[in-house]
């Protein structure tokens, strides 16, 4: 329906690829130590490479209106800038990281292959969407060498030619990468004992009894951890506590501004002083506008697109009906019927959008034209490929297709669902000029035209002054280490938000929390804000609990974190010493579980591949185990996940012989394939030498 859906509801986040382009509508568009180091026009290095705030920013700005672009939106919430703005920020590391490393190789795209991927048999696939007929699949030849054309003509600093030689650019970027990684995947080889291993592992069953002694079994208030348990834990998970970037840790409160109940009652009554207005208006739309806080357009609705609260009664009563005020949402709203009718379900229409590029007459003076030439027997298609701006729908002769109420913009959808079947109508809307033509009606039901006025709750100056003021006061009295206290004392919930990040615009539910973040970044471990906070309706009074560098992180950063972990370690060593004294002398699995007290279960048919013990959890350390052990004899206590457990092998049962490992091989490679490119990536950045300046300017 290109861009006349109304499209209300879309998927928030739309993934912005590290290669996306566009080339729509003749225009080219590529998508696309400290924290304080660096000067004022550099967001990051990679390698010693600059990133210039300005070259990122633009970044930004094309990923943020490729954003738009597909989803409608013309707001942008702070969450959704956050994730633009690390996206692009992925891109351009990752681009630089993969740059350098084809230079150190010498990968080149020659003059011969940039002019294949453009004009070539097998062309990008970026010019294939660029200049693809949609019905083919295929590049439009004629199309893409009349760019090529009128592009060769124009002089260098033309906008047009310094688009299309950053398409190009990147086009050929992308082929070095792409060559970078297919030596990379060409170099990934599984042998016959690789095959040999995974088919085992997949196919070779264990059948054994075990007994188990669960962490659960001991309290945790029963376990005394020293500080060796602690260091102990901490070497043989060092490699766990590697933080690959900076973080900080904060705690905070929180102060409530939202509307009191005295403001919700000033804004029903400002509500109530509308009602006669309204009863009186002679022009509903201009009365809407001029009262509304939502400029919602009044269009038929069918039954079911009214708002929850109005939507049956509006249906059951005369013209010039009111309902109202009431609450719905977060606002007081009126609503008045001015109008109804009986219409079609849906509509099939095609249309013809003309651009308003000097004067709405001569746009319109255009469509009239146009309207002529269709009226005069020309066909509607053709003309659509001609003129129409709407790319999506021109390349199929203008068609929308079969649409139902609410799917359009109001302008259009008035004149498709009010006319009748063969009309043509003309009608302007902020796309440009439409000429519709209506192709077929379908079914028939009430339809009703509801003008509403709205008022939003807000908090007066008073309540947000006196939530102000008690955050105000409660900052005065913090001093040094007494942050928990005080909040205490006003009966105040302490909030924690770990680890977060530099480029962070929100933690928890403060939504809009980017000024704390950035004072975090700012201060030192145990600082209090010097200020009060505002992120909507809520004030914060913030403290800087803890920062944790990038790199290896020491004991004491983590030791409250591993806490949980250490006392089950502690348990583990406790019940193992248990069933050690139960395995002593036993020569089976049930004198085992009669000394421990325990129940001795049977298990069968498990394979190395997947390790989950019937009615436990998945434990990888134990299948381990049992799998490099003997038949016939009582094991010693393996500590695993959910408990320590002991076991016997009743037997392993071998599956047939491996005779063609080549598809074992061709799977297994196919999985490593894969996963390749991102641990590819993943590696590069963790070896880059990255600096990340961000916390400056965003």
């Known amino acids: 329906m290109g861009f006349l859906r109304n499209r209300m509801g879309l998927i928030l986040v739309i993934v912005i690829g590290f290669a996306l382009f566009a080339f729509i509508a003749g225009e080219v568009i590529h998508y696309g130590g400290s924290f304080f180091h660096g000067d004022a026009t550099e967001i990051g290095e990679v390698e010693g490479d600059k990133i210039a705030v300005d070259d990122f920013n633009k970044r930004v700005d094309q990923n943020t209106a490729n954003f738009q672009q597909q989803s409608r939106q013309t707001e942008i919430t702070p969450q959704i800038t956050s994730y633009i703005q690390e996206t692009s920020w992925n891109q351009v590391i990752t681009e630089k990281i993969l740059n350098t490393e084809t230079e150190k190789l010498g990968l080149v795209v020659g003059d011969d292959e940039r002019r294949s991927l453009i004009q070539g048999d097998n062309p990008s696939p970026e010019i294939v969407q660029a200049f693809g007929n949609p019905q083919t699949g295929q590049v439009d030849r004629a199309k893409l060498n009349n760019f090529l054309n009128n592009i060769s003509n124009a002089k260098a600093d033309d906008p047009m030619a310094v688009r299309w030689n950053d398409f190009v650019t990147h086009i050929v970027d992308d082929k070095r990468a792409e060559k ?9 080889y599984v042998n ?80 109530d002083k509308l009602l006669p207005q309204f009863k009186a208006s002679t022009n509903d739309s201009l009365f809407v506008e001029v009262n509304a806080d939502t400029k919602t357009p009044i269009v038929f609705q069918k039954k079911g697109q009214l708002d929850p609260k109005i939507d049956s009664i509006m249906f059951n009563e005369p013209k010039g009906f009111i309902y109202g005020p009431y609450l719905s949402g977060n606002s007081y709203k009126l609503s008045k019927l001015i109008d109804e009718q009986v219409g079609p379900d849906s509509v099939k229409a095609r249309h013809i959008l003309l651009p308003v590029t000097t004067t709405p007459e001569k746009a319109l003076a255009t469509a009239d034209s146009i309207k002529k030439l269709i009226q005069g027997g020309q066909p509607f298609a053709d003309l659509a490929k001609k003129y129409s701006v ?20 109001p302008v259009f959808e008035d004149a498709a669902f009010n006319g009748k079947k063969g009309d043509i109508k003309i009608v302007t809307s902020q796309y440009g000029v439409h000429i519709i033509e209506i192709e077929d009606q379908k079914g028939s039901s009430k339809v009703v035209k509801v003008a509403t006025v709205d008022k939003q709750l807000s908090a007066s100056s008073a309540t947000q002054a006196a939530a102000y003021s008690k955050a105000q006061g409660f900052l005065a009295n913090l001093k040094g280490d007494n942050f928990d206290q005080e909040a205490a004392k006003a009966n105040l919930k302490t ?10 615009s929100s933690f928890n539910t403060v939504t809009n929390g980017r000024e704390v973040v950035r004072w975090a970044y700012k201060a030192s471990s145990g600082d209090i804000a010097d200020q009060v906070f505002t992120s909507g309706d809520q004030y914060v009074v913030a403290r800087l609990t803890a920062i944790k560098p990038k790199g290896t992180l020491p004991l004491s950063a983590v030791k409250k974190q591993i806490e949980p972990q250490v006392i089950i370690a502690v348990k583990g060593k406790m019940l193992a010493d248990k069933l050690q004294a139960a395995v002593s002398g036993a020569s089976n699995i049930n004198t085992v579980g009669q000394k421990a007290g325990t129940t ?21 350390k134990l299948i381990g185990t049992i799998f490099g052990s003997q038949p016939g004899k009582v094991s010693a206590p393996a500590i695993g996940q959910t408990g320590v457990f002991v076991f016997q092998i009743d037997n392993f049962v071998k599956p047939a012989a491996l005779l063609n490992a080549v598809r074992q091989k061709q799977e297994m490679g196919q999985a490593i394939l894969q996963r390749s490119q991102n641990e590819i990536l993943e590696a590069l950045k963790d070896k880059a030498n990255v600096k990340d300046y961000r916390v400056k300017f965003l």
């Open 180 to 188: 970078y990684m297919a030596l990379v995947a060409n170099g990934l």
């Open 192 to 271: 016959t004992l690789d095959a040999q291993d995974d088919y085992e592992a997949k196919n070779k069953i264990v059948n054994f009894k075990y007994i188990k002694l669960p962490y659960t079994s001991i309290a945790d208030n029963k376990v005394t951890v020293t500080d060796d348990d602690y260091e102990t834990y901490y070497n043989d998970h060092k490699g766990e506590f590697k933080n690959p970037e900076e973080t900080r840790s904060l705690e905070y409160v929180l102060f409530n501004a939202a509307p009191s109940k005295s403001d919700s009652a000033a804004i029903k009554a400002e509500v």
């Open 390 to 409: 709407d790319k999506g729908s021109a390349e199929k002769g203008g068609e929308l297709g079969m649409f139902a109420r609410g799917s359009m913009v």
């Open 495 to 504: 909030n924690v938000a770990p680890d977060v990040t530099a480029v962070a």
């Open 600 to 620: 001795v279960l049977p298990i069968q048919n498990i394979v190395f591949a997947n390790p989950v013990i019937p009615g436990s959890a998945v434990e990888y």
